[in-house]
């Protein structure tokens, strides 16, 4: 992809001039249009970084766009610039990121150039410290890979938050970049082998953590995040459990969650291995629900035993009577097929108090902790250096005060 490139998609010559001026006083290399079909053909031949594309226009409107637009092999991210209404522009977003398209702003109009210009500028300067493929496989050889963990609390009938469990989150100590976070390498990851050698060495490094952990009396439950295309390969069950019974952790520690954010093998083929992986003692949870490929039809059979409702509906839930429905439709159905309901996206007291009133069980957020290295979770949390065993450190117990 060349660098710092921006095609401009809009209908009014003015907004095209004046992005243009913005964008190349900027140092970026701009070229704009007015009709989408023609810039996709010149996409197809000459790929850029971002677009911007209106929403509103003859010939290609913006959701015809978009579909065009994830048709392209390397295909570039997209900003929303558009005058309908923040509900229309949220809506449109949502459909893009549907199509695979990676937005990565959404403007009204009259447009906030500042904030356009740093939103693209923020994306180009990512694209231009971002490692290739094969640094990623020079990673995992290297053991540049690293795992901070993010609490996730139960809620008791009290309102009393207590640590349920934490979330593995991968980071990558890039020798040049530094610390990357998972944005920045896990859309590099495109072959199964790579994303199962990820996954091992994620899962590798949990165990290693347990372990450490065990030292001091510290004995929390560990989600791992696992790929659903790895559903496909039969050997699964028995790759995990020769990592976890190589370091002496038991399965009941161990919650392997399903990254909802894409494609499930065979309906057939997921059951088989998540019933084995169910038969050694794992617990299995289905991230990021609402946003995916799963359906109703998969939460049948009692092998999920948590819902994770993704984020984007957690947040709005306080503003928007839709999420608030989805939200608590949602945690019903679960609750009713003896599943648990993890909010994640909890970032202030109105979130958390919608996510308890439309019945999630647990809650995860960055308003109750933010994702730490294993030893400061130990420090914050572990019975004799944290607090009372289990709760939310300082931070997060004054957060949660008004709960109860």
Not at 47 to 73: H, N, S, T, Y
Not at 134 to 162: C, K, M, N, W
Not at 181 to 199: C, K, N
Not at 206 to 214: A, D, G, M, N
Request: aromatic share 6%; glycine share 8%.
């Amino acid at each position: 992809m060349t660098s710092k490139r921006v095609a401009i998609l809009d209908d009014e010559a003015d907004i095209r001039t004046l992005l243009s001026m913005v964008l190349s006083s900027a140092g970026l290399s701009t070229s704009v249009w007015g009709n989408g079909l023609e810039l996709i053909d010149e996409l197809a031949r000459s790929p850029v970084d971002v677009v911007v594309c209106d929403l509103i226009m003859p010939d290609c409107d913006g959701v015809e766009f978009f579909a065009k637009l994830a048709g392209l092999e390397g295909r570039p991210a997209l900003v929303l610039v558009s005058g309908q209404d923040e509900r229309t522009r949220q809506l449109a977003c949502a459909l893009a990121k549907e199509y695979g398209v990676d937005v990565i702003g959404v403007f009204g109009k009259p447009i906030d150039f500042a904030a356009l210009e740093a939103c693209i500028c923020e994306h180009i300067g990512r694209l231009e410290g971002e490692p290739d493929d094969y640094d990623i496989e020079t990673a995992l050889a290297e053991g540049q890979l690293r795992a901070h963990y993010q609490p996730i609390f139960s809620v008791s009938e009290g309102r009393r938050l207590s640590l349920w469990s934490v979330e593995a989150l991968a980071r990558w100590e890039h020798p040049v970049a530094g610390l990357l976070m998972p944005g920045d390498f896990l859309p590099r990851i495109h072959s199964v082998a790579t994303w199962e050698r990820f996954t091992c060495a994620m899962l590798t490094l949990v165990c290693e953590q347990i372990l450490t952990w065990r030292q001091s009396g510290f004995t929390p439950r560990v989600a791992v995040n696992i790929p659903p295309l790895l559903l496909g390969n039969r050997e699964l069950p028995r790759l995990i459990e020769d990592i976890t019974q190589r370091h002496d952790v038991d399965p009941s520690q161990i919650i392997l969650e399903l990254t909802e954010e894409g494609e499930f093998a065979s309906l057939l083929d997921d059951k088989a291995v998540l019933m084995r992986l169910k038969m050694r003692g794992y617990s299995i949870s289905v991230d990021d629900f609402g946003i995916g490929y799963s359906s109703l039809k998969r939460l049948q059979g009692g092998l999920f035993d948590q819902i994770k409702i993704d984020r984007s509906f957690v947040v709005r839930a306080d503003k928007d009577e839709d999420a608030r429905s989805i939200l608590s439709s949602t945690a019903a159905l679960a609750h009713s097929l003896g599943m648990s309901v993890c909010a994640e996206g909890v970032e202030s007291y109105e979130i958390m108090r919608e996510a308890l009133s439309c019945g999630c069980s647990h809650l995860q957020g960055y308003g109750l902790g933010r994702p730490i290295n294993g030893a400061m979770l130990e420090m914050q949390f572990a019975p004799e250096t944290g607090p009372r065993a289990g709760e939310p450190g300082a931070g997060a117990a004054a957060f949660c005060e008004n709960v109860q």
